[in-house]
């Protein structure tokens, strides 16, 4: 389709709007800022080692090294996209505070700029471990209306905030920084695909309305942890790995990248089911993935896909959020598997569990 046929971003945000007639357009301007943060860390990572963000050359190296909340080591570019995703948005009177996986404590607009309605959460570079190994890694960013105190009162926001289920985010989605630059989004009313036009740096709408197709033949989840693994779980990979001679019926076939965002991609794409489920590695955490700025983003868009995200046991969009950095245990992807794995999670828990080859012919077992 030539160019000139395309939908940009802006057309996209602005025909949205167009089924609310009262709407401010604060949330297109907000999508938008957000969009041009993303664009910025995409040039970054697309540097690479020239652009002394991997702190290779020793100069003007940005502060890492760190550790955050969760006790991660941060990478410059993690600390790069974080300031990036700040700069670009605390100016523009939309936002009540911000949250990421980077700071401990919700950031608050400073008394310079206006406060606006909404709070903006996100992880500003998922998978980042895979940043000096050219792997795609990608931005998350989830959000929600501030509640109406904050915006009437324009006092400081709280971590409590913050903790609303992910059922009510406003708008969701991430940005995917590999061979191609995309943005998903939804605003609540489907997914749609923009691929960066670098000639133009626009966002172009290439994948509207995206579907998770409801089956697949392949799950996602780092089996090193297996002996970690809870019994339901086990289950469903014993059941996949056993293939066409197990109670499946049919081959499956596996994939890890260790980023989330570039996981959740090629399930949109293509159809899947990813897995960091709640395991037994250590009891403090539930859990890899942070529920508010990974979890429950990436399941908004799984959701308003057709597809599905849940903890293992309950839809993760139903989930009350107990803390800013809370872990839990993600399953997300193909409806009918990811229905399957909470079924398994709710029959009882016995040896025989419906599955020959669970306790007797178990690759996995303990
Ligand atoms: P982040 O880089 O934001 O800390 O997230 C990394 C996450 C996620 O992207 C990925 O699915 C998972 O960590 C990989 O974990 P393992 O290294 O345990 O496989
Ligand atoms: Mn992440
Ligand atoms: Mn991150």
Not at 73 to 90: G, H, T, Y
Not at 108 to 119: C, D, E, I
Request: net charge neutral; charged share 20%.
């Amino acid at each position: 389709m030539p160019l000139s046929h395309r939908w940009t971003l802006t057309r996209y945000l602005i025909e949205e709007r167009r089924r609310f007639p009262g709407a401010s357009g604060d949330l297109n301007a907000l999508i938008l800022d957000i969009s041009l943060a993303c664009k910025a860390i995409a040039r970054i990572v697309a540097f690479g080692s020239l652009g002394d963000s991997l702190g290779t050359t020793g100069v003007a190296e940005p502060a890492g090294g760190a550790t955050n909340v969760q006790g991660e080591v941060q990478k410059p570019l993690d600390v790069m996209s974080n300031e990036i995703f700040i700069r670009m948005n605390e100016w523009s009177g939309h936002l009540a505070g911000l949250a990421s996986e980077e700071m401990d404590e919700p950031k608050q607009v400073p008394s310079a700029f206006p406060r606006g309605k909404y709070l903006l959460v996100f992880d500003p570079l998922d998978g980042s471990s895979n940043i000096d190994v050219n792997v795609s890694v990608g931005s998350v960013f989830s959000i929600l209306r501030a509640p109406a105190d904050v915006v009437d009162s324009g006092r400081d926001v709280t971590e409590a905030d913050f903790l609303q289920p992910g059922a009510t985010q406003v708008a969701a989605g991430y940005a995917i920084y590999g061979p191609v630059t995309m943005l998903v989004l939804s605003v609540g009313n489907g997914v749609a695909g923009f691929t960066l036009n670098p000639n133009l740096g626009e966002f172009v709408l290439t994948h509207p309305n995206l579907k998770v197709p409801e089956d697949t033949h392949e799950f996602a989840i780092n089996t090193s942890n297996s002996r970690f693994w809870e019994p339901p779980v086990k289950r469903y990979v014993d059941e996949c790995l056993a293939g066409k001679t197990g109670p499946r019926g049919k081959d499956f076939n596996m994939r890890w990248i260790a980023s989330m965002v570039a996981e959740a991609h090629r399930i949109l794409m293509r159809g899947g089911v990813f897995m960091y489920p709640r395991d037994t590695k250590d009891p403090a955490k539930p859990g890899r993935l942070r529920l508010l700025y990974e979890a429950n983003p990436i399941g908004f868009v799984m959701e308003q896909a057709g597809g599905r995200a849940s903890t293992g046991r309950q839809p993760m969009l139903g989930v009350k959020p107990s803390s800013l950095h809370q872990r839990i245990g993600l399953v997300f992807g193909s409806r009918n598997e990811v229905e399957r794995i909470e079924r398994y999670h709710h029959e009882p828990a016995t040896r025989d569990n419906g599955s020959p080859l669970f306790a007797e012919r178990s690759l996995f077992r303990d």
